[in-house]
């Protein structure tokens, strides 16, 4: 019986932390540009653009959804925020060359080389580069935990342009990912008090 009760317990914490994300997402995140507010600064979450020499999808669809949403005018200016562990391997400036490839000015490009995790690339973008009118750009699945990020750690203006979905076994993956990634999110923020790795000086945006 107290294992029984220990297991409803966990299951229902489990399913509680996902459905915080949920909740904090609820009409902020959008798949049309055009319902955007305008003048926010575009937040894209980083990852490789190849996984195991082969063209990473959610790389692809980041990228056309932040072009998307700078074509309808939406936003004044880039963060692209990502890992750049070595010399070798550096999210940022792959998305900033993509998405100059796609037509966005490279001087309204500014890089977050210290967005190891999505709560350091939101706290950054608040405490280092000063945003407070924020417009995510990921799948929908991590828009969510931006958005319950960013409700905790104080930006009232954010939302979400939810880029394409990747569909099979890569994408079935990444959704059982994300279960545990919204318990450590919301440990992060209930609990640890988790900051992010790097902060240090501002950083003004482009004009």
């Known amino acids: 019986m107290l294992l029984f009760t220990l297991l409803c317990l966990g299951f229902t914490f489990i399913a509680w932390t996902n459905v915080a994300a949920v909740l904090a997402g609820a009409g902020k995140l959008y798949n049309d540009p055009e319902r955007l507010p305008d003048d926010g600064v575009m937040l894209v979450f980083g990852c490789d653009d190849r996984i195991d020499g082969r063209e990473n999808l959610y790389f692809r669809y980041r990228i056309d959804a932040a ?3 700078w ?4 936003a004044r200016c880039v963060i692209v925020s990502g890992d750049n562990r070595t010399k070798y391997y550096n999210e940022p400036e792959r998305m900033r060359q993509a998405l100059i490839e ?3 000015p490279g001087d309204k490009i500014i890089c977050d080389y210290a967005g190891l995790r999505t709560l350091d690339s939101v706290v ?11 417009v995510f750009i990921s799948q929908q699945f991590q828009n969510e935990r931006a958005a319950y990020l960013a409700k905790a750690n104080g930006i009232a203006e954010y939302t979400g342009y939810n880029a ?5 076994q890569g994408g079935m993956k990444t959704r059982l990912r994300e279960v545990g ?10 609990v640890l008090g988790t900051r992010p790795r790097h902060l240090g000086e501002m950083v003004p945006l482009p004009e």
């Open 67 to 69: 072009a998307e949403v």
């Open 71 to 74: 074509k309808a005018g939406k």
């Open 102 to 104: 796609k037509g966005v």
């Open 124 to 134: 950054r973008a608040k405490e280092i580069f000063g945003v407070e009118k924020v």
């Open 164 to 168: 394409r979905d990747v569909e099979g």
């Open 181 to 190: 990634a919204r318990v450590k999110m919301w440990l992060d923020v209930k």
